[in-house]
């Protein structure tokens, strides 16, 4: 993306993150128009003869005001973004949906008779609720679920149940954290679930802080830090910093509802407690079309129309892809981030015939990127995209799953690349020249016995904070 030469002066776009800003002079009033225009961002990328390649963003400038930070809200975590007028469903009707609901699992619910049992079952429960739209029936879906991850001291499973429960129907979070924390025991968990547990706890944290709420702050940090102790190289990071957020907690804690003025004591220690928090919030990742690139590769018999941008389809956080089998294949690109530390999280649906992960892409046409292979094909192959050259080969075979989704993790940290699958490694290789890069996704279009298909559940992307010195 470029800013066109009769743009207002001082207009940037920053090419590392793709970020546009403006610092706005002090005699400029009125409406002013920013004209940007856009090249191709990856060689054998051509541009739909019926796509926009410029587009005008007109700003009204009627000065500014520094808000305060009091009003400041979490727009970095999910919930705060997704504010919604739901209301629970009427109580009688979930009674009644959640009687229904009992006859339908009388069985699996009695054969559930171990904690690992009734947490395979709760985890099952959730993902069939998190297919389906608001009811009372997924209402009492929900409570079932979290019943019975309560009686498993699925910790992971109970903290997901309660955000969709907030999203999809208002209900808070925040309620009642600290007998919930209580109940929490790290011997229930294993290292996939304690992550999720550890994801979920510093996002409350932040929700929480917003609210005041610093002694439910002070009993969920508690349990993170034991989940992390012992901990090294970026967890023990993340351990460090919530050891300050403990500290700030507790001080405000003692200290009442403090005083609002921004320069007191309490409100910089208030300040200083969300800066540490928000440093480890996740952020939602291939979330608007509008903001992503679409690329395909020319050696396909049958173009897909605008790079194939029309098979993309995004749904409450759910991301698919769909086309008919052909030659070469077609992919997306972030263009908003240029990163080299990083942890992406999301569910992949088992349902997906083809997923390459593409990081470390250049900006310039002599594409440098590589791919990690997500699918069944070669889950955690590692290779180049110029010349297909093998880095790193699958290391073992990840079990099936009982679920319809499975949990993908991917972290760089500068040359090092880590990929779990529902808690199993399945490639933890060095990369010598990784440079930082932007990331996307990639479908092989021909499929042998399938259509190449594509679904992926809540990506969110966690840029990491630089290492202490």
Same mark, same amino acid.
């Given at each position: 993306?470029?800013?066109?030469?009769?743009?207002?002066?001082?207009?940037?776009?920053?090419?590392?993150?793709?970020?546009?800003?403006?610092?706005?002079?002090?005699?400029?009033?009125?409406?002013?128009?920013?004209?940007?225009?856009?090249?191709?961002?990856?060689?054998?990328?051509?541009?739909?003869?019926?796509?926009?390649?410029?587009?005008?963003?007109?700003?009204?400038?009627?000065?500014?005001?520094?808000?305060?930070?009091?009003?400041?809200?979490?727009?970095?975590?999910?919930?705060?973004?997704?504010?919604?007028?739901?209301?629970?469903?009427?109580?009688?009707?979930?009674?009644?949906?959640?009687?229904?609901?009992?006859?339908?699992?009388?069985? *699996?619910?009695?054969?559930?008779?171990?904690?690992?049992? +009734?947490? *395979?079952?709760?985890?099952?429960?959730?993902?069939?609720?998190?297919?389906?739209?608001?009811?009372?029936?997924?209402?009492?879906?929900?409570?079932?679920?979290?019943?019975?991850?309560?009686?498993?001291?699925?910790?992971?499973?109970?903290?997901?149940?309660?955000?969709?429960?907030?999203?999809?129907?208002?209900?808070? #979070?925040?309620?009642?954290?600290?007998?919930?924390? +209580?109940?929490?025991?790290?011997?229930?968990?294993?290292?996939?679930?304690?992550?999720?547990?550890?994801?979920?706890?510093?996002?409350?944290?932040?929700?929480?802080?917003?609210?005041?709420?610093?002694?439910?702050?002070?009993?969920?940090?508690?349990?993170?830090?034991?989940?992390?102790?012992?901990?090294?190289?970026?967890?023990?990071?993340?351990?460090?910093?919530?050891?300050?957020?403990?500290?700030?907690?507790?001080?405000?804690?003692?200290?009442?509802?403090?005083?609002?003025?921004?320069?007191?004591?309490?409100?910089?220690?208030?300040?200083?407690?969300?800066?540490?928090?928000?440093?480890?919030?996740?952020?939602?990742?291939?979330?608007?079309? #509008?903001?992503?690139?679409?690329?395909?590769?020319?050696?396909?018999?049958?173009?897909?129309?605008?790079?194939?941008?029309?098979?993309?389809?995004?749904?409450?956080?759910?991301?698919?892809?769909?086309?008919?089998?052909?030659?070469?294949?077609?992919?997306?690109?972030?263009?908003?981030?240029?990163?080299?530390?990083?942890?992406?999280?999301? #569910?992949?649906?088992? *349902?997906?015939?083809?997923?390459?992960?593409?990081?470390?892409?250049?900006?310039?046409?002599?594409?440098?990127?590589?791919?990690?292979?997500?699918?069944?094909?070669?889950?955690?192959?590692?290779?180049?995209?110029?010349?297909?050259?093998?880095?790193?080969?699958?290391?073992?075979?990840?079990?099936?799953?009982?679920?319809?989704?499975?949990?993908?993790?991917?972290?760089?940290?500068?040359?090092?690349?880590?990929?779990?699958?529902?808690?199993?490694?399945?490639?933890?290789?060095?990369?010598?020249?990784?440079?930082?890069?932007?990331?996307?996704?990639?479908?092989?279009?021909?499929?042998?016995?399938?259509?190449?298909?594509?679904?992926?559940?809540?990506?969110?992307?966690?840029?990491?904070?630089?290492?202490?010195?």
């Amino acid at each position: 993306m470029k800013t066109d030469p009769d743009s207002p002066p001082g207009v940037v776009i920053d090419p590392g993150t793709g970020v546009l800003s403006w610092d706005v002079p002090k005699d400029v009033s009125g409406k002013q128009v920013i004209r940007v225009s856009a090249e191709p961002l990856l060689p054998d990328v051509e541009f739909a003869t019926d796509a926009r390649t410029e587009t005008s963003i007109v700003v009204d400038v009627q000065g500014s005001s520094t808000p305060d930070a009091t009003q400041m809200t979490d727009a970095r975590t999910p919930d705060a973004t997704q504010m919604t007028d739901a209301r629970p469903p009427d109580p009688d009707e979930v009674a009644a949906a959640a009687k229904e609901l009992e006859e339908v699992y009388k069985r *699996e619910v009695s054969q559930a008779r171990t904690p690992a049992a +009734r947490s *395979e079952l709760a985890r099952t429960l959730f993902l069939v609720s998190a297919d389906k739209p608001a009811s009372a029936t997924d209402y009492a879906l929900l409570n079932l679920a979290e019943e019975l991850a309560s009686r498993a001291k699925a910790a992971d499973i109970i903290l997901d149940v309660r955000q969709l429960r907030h999203r999809r129907y208002g209900v808070s #979070e925040l309620e009642e954290l600290e007998p919930l924390f +209580r109940t929490f025991s790290k011997s229930a968990l294993n290292q996939l679930q304690q992550d999720v547990v550890v994801e979920h706890t510093v996002r409350l944290c932040r929700n929480a802080a917003t609210a005041g709420d610093w002694a439910s702050i002070d009993h969920m940090v508690s349990f993170a830090k034991s989940l992390l102790k012992n901990a090294d190289g970026v967890a023990e990071q993340l351990n460090d910093d919530l050891n300050t957020v403990a500290d700030l907690a507790s001080q405000l804690k003692s200290a009442g509802t403090g005083s609002l003025d921004p320069a007191s004591p309490d409100a910089l220690r208030r300040d200083a407690l969300i800066q540490k928090l928000d440093r480890w919030q996740f952020e939602r990742l291939f979330s608007d079309l #509008e903001k992503l690139s679409f690329f395909q590769a020319r050696n396909t018999a049958n173009p897909l129309p605008q790079n194939g941008k029309p098979q993309w389809k995004l749904q409450d956080g759910r991301l698919t892809f769909d086309a008919s089998s052909q030659d070469g294949a077609a992919g997306l690109i972030d263009v908003q981030r240029e990163v080299d530390r990083y942890v992406v999280r999301f #569910e992949m649906s088992v *349902e997906t015939t083809s997923l390459q992960f593409i990081f470390g892409a250049s900006r310039d046409q002599n594409l440098s990127a590589f791919t990690l292979i997500l699918d069944a094909t070669a889950p955690g192959q590692v290779q180049r995209v110029s010349g297909g050259t093998v880095i790193a080969r699958p290391g073992v075979s990840v079990p099936a799953s009982g679920f319809t989704r499975r949990r993908v993790e991917i972290m760089v940290d500068k040359s090092s690349v880590l990929a779990r699958m529902d808690g199993v490694v399945i490639t933890n290789t060095q990369i010598a020249d990784l440079n930082a890069g932007r990331i996307g996704l990639l479908v092989a279009l021909q499929q042998q016995s399938s259509l190449p298909r594509l679904q992926i559940h809540d990506a969110r992307i966690l840029v990491l904070p630089a290492p202490a010195n």
